[in-house]
């Protein structure tokens, strides 16, 4: 049984910094493609980061690109994702989510993952 647990989250002023983290318990001898999606308050669910099972490739949505990275450290089962100049319109909850142990790189699609966290909130004032 593989379970993640998302931390970090919190209130912070707009232009300021979180850390998420997301640590991944069970059947840690497997790597896995993670990703983040957040879903703020009557809209769906949306893509944030993706990265690969070795943590070399990433991807990201344009809204965060240039402010936000996301990575991994396999030797400690956690991944991770540093948002940078927070807006107000990054408000939301974010997930973290890990794909199947077979996959090698990560989806910008929430129906690749078969493995998701409880989500953590994030909350940007003006």
């Known amino acids: 049984q593989v379970q993640l647990v998302e931390s970090g989250g919190g209130l912070v002023q707009a232009g300021g910094s979180l850390r998420l983290s997301c640590a991944v318990s069970?059947?840690?001898?497997?790597?896995?493609?993670m990703g983040w999606f957040r879903q703020a308050p009557g809209k769906e669910r949306e893509f944030v980061a993706h990265v690969s099972m070795g943590g070399g490739s990433t991807s990201y949505a344009d809204s965060v690109k240039g402010r936000f990275t996301i990575s991994k450290d396999n030797a400690k089962n956690t991944a991770y994702l540093q948002m940078n100049s927070l807006k107000p319109e990054d408000t939301a909850v974010y997930y973290c989510?890990?794909?199947?142990?077979?996959?090698?790189?990560?989806?910008?699609?929430?129906?690749?993952?078969?493995?998701w966290g409880q989500g953590t909130q994030v909350t940007v004032s003006s």
């Open positions: 069970g059947r840690t001898g497997l790597k896995y493609a």
């Open positions: 989510a890990a794909r199947g142990p077979t996959y090698l790189t990560g989806s910008a699609d929430s129906k690749d993952y078969i493995y």
